[in-house]
């Protein structure tokens, strides 16, 4: 069971850190759960975690190449 709270937490985590690196399409992905988590009855769905981590593997390529 999900605690949507937590989810919303995390979410907002990690949407400021990739906002401070400049992964903004994974900011902008995480600001869509955090904002759902809100809602009664939300639960991540198998596509939002594979989503979720195509943003995060393009965010990591990309900055491994700037760093």
Do not use: C, F, P
């Given at each position: 069971?999900?605690d949507?709270?937590?989810?919303?937490?995390?979410?907002?985590?990690?949407?400021?850190?990739?906002?401070?690196?400049?992964?903004?399409l994974?900011?902008?992905?995480?600001?869509?759960?955090?904002?759902?988590?809100?809602?009664?009855?939300?639960?991540?769905?198998?596509?939002?975690?594979?989503?979720?981590?195509?943003?995060?593997?393009?965010?990591?390529?990309?900055?491994?190449?700037?760093?």
């Amino acid at each position: 069971v999900e605690d949507r709270e937590a989810v919303r937490q995390q979410a907002h985590a990690m949407k400021s850190m990739s906002g401070n690196v400049g992964a903004t399409l994974l900011s902008k992905g995480l600001d869509d759960i955090e904002q759902a988590a809100s809602v009664d009855g939300y639960r991540l769905s198998s596509e939002d975690y594979v989503e979720l981590e195509e943003l995060a593997m393009d965010a990591s390529t990309h900055l491994e190449r700037w760093l």
